[in-house]
């Protein structure tokens, strides 16, 4: 199915008929395909809406630049048009930036909140971080002076050296939004969240540590954290079934 509003229309897929709602909200560069075990088993108890992104699955990318508010006031529509009335709401690392947001600057009414991995805390640069982006910077610069003919290639050379994994694999159009979104701190902001909480957290975890993971339950009042050993970015991959049954077991006692 497909949801429109403004110059956005993205893909979503609703799964059963119950009374109580679960709003999933995937990860940067997933889609509704990273969650299909969890929502397998819980498909039969939840009305379950999960979603792609624009630019991502099977949602097109609008024609502008986009900023982490342009995320959040989508999702705020997708919840009110939709009548998805006191949903708990699901969301892994791209997906937590999004609920910061929203309980920042809108007055949502949800039920509670499961938080895996999640970004919103931008990290402190190392030295090496430093120095390679402005490295970058000058070769950039160096690059806009070739010839039509090899500048592009040059340009891409660079992003494949000096960005991160995710930058380098991006379609050209939604770089810049990853770079707005990425530099968005909203460490501060973390506390204006005020549901009850489950965290989630990879032990070993690259891309979000889990020092995030301990600073965001410090600053949710009504949260409890459960660190997945043995575990990265994806621990309802990485450990399915584990995770899947805390998932099942807090959702059973919040009722």
Not at 119 to 124: E, F, R, S, T, V
Request: glycine residues 6%.
């Amino acid at each position: 199915m497909n949801f429109c509003v403004n110059d956005f229309t993205i893909y979503f897929e609703k799964y059963g008929d119950k009374k109580d709602n679960l709003l999933i909200l995937p990860g940067w560069g997933d889609t509704r395909l990273t969650f299909r075990y969890l929502i397998d088993v819980l498909k039969d108890k939840y009305t379950i809406y999960i979603l792609d992104y624009p630019g991502f699955g099977n949602s097109p990318f609008p024609n502008r630049d986009l900023e982490l508010f342009d995320y959040s006031d989508l999702i705020y529509n997708f919840i009110i048009s939709n009548n998805i009335k006191n949903p708990t709401i699901l969301a892994h690392s791209f997906g937590g930036r999004i609920v910061i947001d929203l309980f920042t600057r809108f007055n949502l009414d949800i039920k509670n909140l499961i938080l895996i991995d999640i970004a919103g805390i931008k990290p402190k640069k190392s030295i090496l971080k430093k120095i390679k982006e402005k490295s970058y910077k000058l070769l950039k610069k160096i690059g806009r002076v070739l010839p039509k003919k090899i500048r592009n290639k040059y340009l891409e050379k660079l992003i494949y050296i000096f960005g991160s994994s995710d930058y380098s694999k991006l379609n050209p159009n939604i770089r810049k939004t990853f770079i707005n979104i990425v530099n968005f701190d909203q460490k501060e902001d973390i506390k204006n969240i005020n549901k009850d909480t489950l965290i989630i957290w990879g032990e070993f975890d690259k891309d979000v540590p889990l020092k995030d993971g301990y600073f965001i339950n410090k600053n949710i009042k009504d949260s409890g954290l459960v660190v997945i050993p043995n575990s990265g970015h994806f621990p309802h991959l990485d450990k399915a079934y584990y995770v899947n049954s805390i998932i099942l077991e807090y959702l059973k006692r919040s009722q």
